[in-house]
């Protein structure tokens, strides 16, 4: 399941590559290369107001599903971005890389990280961290294999393989992010209270709008 999220996390975080992308796109398509990079900014925008509220769809629905749509949704906007260059149309690379690939972002993002956790209770600040970790280094992958793909086969047949290939193994990986079984959950929760002679205390459970107003959201918040 870490690794799962790991590699899912890698093909998602490729979204910090697009400067790569910014001139030759500019310069194909005669665009600013502010319009271009603006594209980015609609995607990560779209990237934080899903994952926002993508964590409820998860518990509710599952992560293999979530992770599914977000394989979907990724790969079509990052196909789909070839096909604007195409067309030569600026609006539907906002629609294409910025909404579609940007929901995609958030749904993958929150995807592991929200399940992860809940197998690994005892070590949960690890298993998340390594997961984002993927979603960090993943620019530092992508930039030069964009670089060899856009001089060997072009501008937009680069987006249609790399799209293709974002799907394919998100896809993949989603079938392997499941929840843990709950009764193995609480095995493991009391192994670790009675390897720490103590019992596991939770915190009181607030509303969204309770946990608005908390110091801790405020700390978080100005971070």
């Given at each position: ?11 998602i ?5 697009w400067?790569?992308f910014?001139?030759p ?5 005669g665009?600013a ?6 594209a ?22 599952g ?18 971005t ?5 067309q030569?149309?600026?609006?539907l690379?906002y ?11 958030g ?34 992958l992508t ?5 060899q ?11 249609y ?9 998100m896809?993949?990986?989603a ?14 929760e009391?192994?670790i ?20 107003k ?10």
């Amino acid at each position: 399941v870490a690794f799962a999220g790991v590699m899912f996390h890698l093909m998602i975080g490729s979204v910090y590559a697009w400067s790569v992308f910014t001139n030759p796109i500019a310069k194909q398509n005669g665009w600013a290369e502010s319009s271009v990079a603006l594209a980015f900014s609609i995607a990560i925008f779209f990237l934080g107001m899903s994952a926002a509220f993508m964590g409820k769809v998860v518990e509710k629905i599952g992560p293999r599903l979530t992770g599914t749509i977000a394989s979907f949704l990724y790969g079509t906007g990052t196909i789909m971005t070839g096909w604007a260059i195409h067309q030569n149309s600026i609006w539907l690379l906002y629609l294409s890389y910025g909404v579609i690939g940007g929901l995609g972002l958030g749904a993958g993002y929150v995807t592991p990280v929200s399940t992860i956790i809940k197998w690994f209770p005892d070590k949960r600040g690890l298993a998340t961290g390594l997961a984002i970790m993927g979603f960090g280094f993943a620019a530092m992958l992508t930039g030069p294999v964009a670089q060899q793909l856009m001089a060997s086969v072009g501008l937009e047949q680069t987006f249609y393989l790399l799209g293709t290939f974002y799907f394919v193994i998100m896809l993949l990986a989603a079938q392997f992010i499941v929840r843990p079984n709950l009764a193995l959950s609480s095995i493991t929760e009391n192994s670790i209270s009675q390897k720490k002679g103590t019992r596991l205390t939770r915190g009181p459970e607030l509303t969204a709008n309770q946990a608005l107003k908390t110091k801790s959201f405020t700390f978080l918040w100005i971070m």
